[in-house]
Every structure is written in C-alpha cells, then in structure tokens.
C-alpha cells in the first residue's frame, strides 16, 4: 500500500527553491490584516521533488485503463484514445474558450463544429446534426423528444414505442423518459428482429422504433429497409442507436436502412475518453424532413463564416447549457480526418474480425445463442 504524503513527509526536504529577492523585504502583517492571517504553520508534507515525482507514478501504475489492457465496458465499442487529440483539445486557443464569447470572436471554434457535423453526416448517411447532447443516452432522450415533437406537430399523440429484445440497454429508460410505453419485440430464430412479430405489433398508436445494428448479439439486421417501410406505412419512425456503429462505418449506413434518426458515441466510436475519462458526447443526426425539430442552435455556414441558427420553425428548444461538450469535438475530429475514408472503413472492418475471433474463441466455454457469423 502506498503511503500518503504525510506519511512520507521528512522536515528540512524541498521540492522548490526559491530565488534571492530583488526587491525589499516586506512584513506580511503590513499588507494583511492580522486577523485574517493564520496562527498556525499551514501543514504541506516537506517532500524533494523525486519523493512526489515517484509517489504519483506509483500510483499511476495502481490504475487500470486503456493504455495498460483491454476495457470492456457493457456493450460500448472502447477503443485507444490517441494523446494527439489530448493535446489538442488542451490548445490554449480553444481551452481558453468561453461560450458567451460573441461569434465573430469564435469562428474557428464553430468551424470544427460544422466540419464535425459534416463529417458525421457523411457516416450516418443523415442530412442534419445537432452536437449539444452530452452523452449516448442524452441522445438517445433528444432522439425521442424529437419523435415526439414530430408527431405533436401532426396533431398526432401516438404512446407506444417498439424495442427488439437484442436492442441496446438503455433504450427503454430513454423512452420511458419521453413519455412513452415501451414494447419488446422478439428475436426470430436468427437472433434478428422478427418481422412477422413486427407486423402484428404495428399499428398507429406506435410512435417509433429504436434498433441497434449490429444487435447486441452481434449480428447485422439485414432485413432493415423492410423495418422502415412497415414503420413508416403507419407514420412511425426508425431511430438508429449508435452503440455499434464501429461496426459498419464505410460499409453501409443508417441511411441507406431507411432510419430518420441516429444517436452517435463520440466517446465510443470516435476515440475519446469514456466513463471517468469523460466527459462524453452524444450528437444526433436526422433526415431533412426532422431537421425543424432539431434542438438550437444548430452550426451553418453562413458565406465565409459561420453562425449560430437559432431559427428552427418545431425546435424541441435547448437539452445542454449552451453548444455541447467542445472539447470531444476537437478530439473527435481530429480523430476522424486522421483515419480518413479508407481508415474508417478498415476500422470497422477489423473491429468484426476482432468480434468473429472472440467468439470462436469463446466457443465451448460461454453460450452463444446464435452461433452466426457477424457480418455487415
């Protein structure tokens, strides 16, 4: 066990010193009242730099993280958080930043915005983004207050929002929060959602449908464009859940299934720190014909520049003090224009090998229920 620094503390050691004064001595009692001055000696350990210099790397080394093994975590796709886009997001030109600063003032800052949203657009396959949620399942809620407002706006109060059994976790709190029932539908013998089950199930009391792809099982909902169309024959909507989105980027997206909203991790897929590394970001995306409900203000580019929109006819209005979690932008993107086109697709791509090696290796010893290739 490692000792505090107290523990260590040796009087006459200094981590410091200080240099000869070049000017006159003053009395501390002349320039402070005396009744606020201390009685007491304030009590810091008297260690030399080494001593704490070793103190807080033997402590470093008593953590577990990313940089010294695997970290599974429920569900999330965890990867390396490359130190670049540490160093970046503490530029002083950006960390300095403070959000009442007037835009003319912060025009780089809302070009990484912009250039992020249209980065994310590209993958998602969507036609409009708003950065401001702070987390997945902050989304995932801004997600379904959308749904809502969608529907409110046709004068239209449906209740029921239908959740596959291989679906992602949180995915019933998140509507649950919105104001909705929330209703499984059951896998078929393929571990995928069954459609025949889906048909019974649809009709215009359902709001929406939240899918994850690949399900939490590991394999490709391949029958999603057929999904859509049933849900949107009764006016619901296909919301995407990013949790797995590592797995298809460059492959297919969202959009070609025929989604309308899509939650992403920047904090899973998109290299940033996760969980006590934080903080995270859950931007969404939405087709066009969702953009009007999106929260403001929304990033455009506005001639050379770009600015604010705050001008949203059904905006469900602001779910976060003010722009998002800038800071995971930075890294995010920088992420994203490191690993280019090609990049992303070879991550995905390694990310199913990885996922069809452990589970041949896990064969014989955990239960998989359905011993299918993962594919995209």
């Known amino acids: 066990m490692e000792r505090l620094l107290f523990e260590m503390s040796k009087e006459g050691k200094s981590a410091y ?17 005396k009744n606020i001055l201390r009685s007491k000696k304030i009590g810091l350990p008297s260690l030399s730099e080494v001593d704490i210099s070793r103190h807080y790397t033997r402590l470093s080394r008593m953590n577990y993280g990313v940089d010294v093994g695997i970290y599974p975590l429920g569900s999330c796709t965890m990867k390396y958080n490359p130190k670049l886009g540490e160093d970046i997001s503490r530029m002083g030109g950006f960390a300095s930043l403070h959000p009442f600063l007037p835009e003319r003032a912060v025009q780089g800052a809302l070009a990484v915005m912009y250039e992020l949203g249209e980065a994310l657009k590209k993958i998602t396959g969507m036609d409009a983004i708003t950065l401001q949620p702070a987390a997945g399942a902050h989304g995932e809620l801004t997600g379904m207050l959308i749904i809502r407002a969608y529907h409110n706006s046709k004068g239209r109060r449906p209740t029921r929002v239908l959740i596959p059994d291989s679906a992602h976790g949180t995915n019933p709190a998140s509507a649950t929060i919105a104001g909705f029932k929330t209703e499984q539908t059951p896998s078929d ?61 460059g492959k297919t997206n969202p959009g070609l299934m025929g989604c309308d909203i899509v939650h992403l991790n920047l904090h899973k897929t998109f290299a940033t720190p996760h969980g006590g590394g934080g903080p995270g970001s859950g931007p969404v995306c939405v087709t066009e014909r969702l953009r009007e409900f999106l929260p403001v203000p929304i990033v455009e580019r506005d001639g050379d520049g770009f600015r604010f929109d705050y001008d949203l006819k059904n905006t469900i209005g602001k779910v976060g003090s003010f722009f998002g979690n800038f800071g995971v932008f930075l890294k995010a993107l920088a992420y994203i224009l490191s690993m280019g086109d090609e990049g992303i697709k070879r991550v995905s791509e390694d990310a199913v090998l990885n996922a069809n090696y452990l589970r041949k290796r896990l064969t014989g010893v955990y239960d998989i229920p359905y011993n299918y290739v993962c594919t995209v």
């Open 189 to 249: 013998e393929r571990g995928r959602i069954d459609i025949k089950a889906l048909e019974k199930q649809l009709d215009e009391d359902v709001a929406g449908m939240m899918v994850t792809n690949p399900n939490t099982l590991g394999l490709f909902e391949n029958d999603m464009p057929e999904v859509a169309r049933l849900l949107h024959n009764v006016d619901a909507l296909l919301y995407y859940d990013g949790a797995n989105l590592n797995a298809i980027m």
């Open 17 to 33: 010193s200080i240099p000869p004064l070049d000017v006159d001595d003053i009395e501390v009692e002349k320039v402070i009242p």
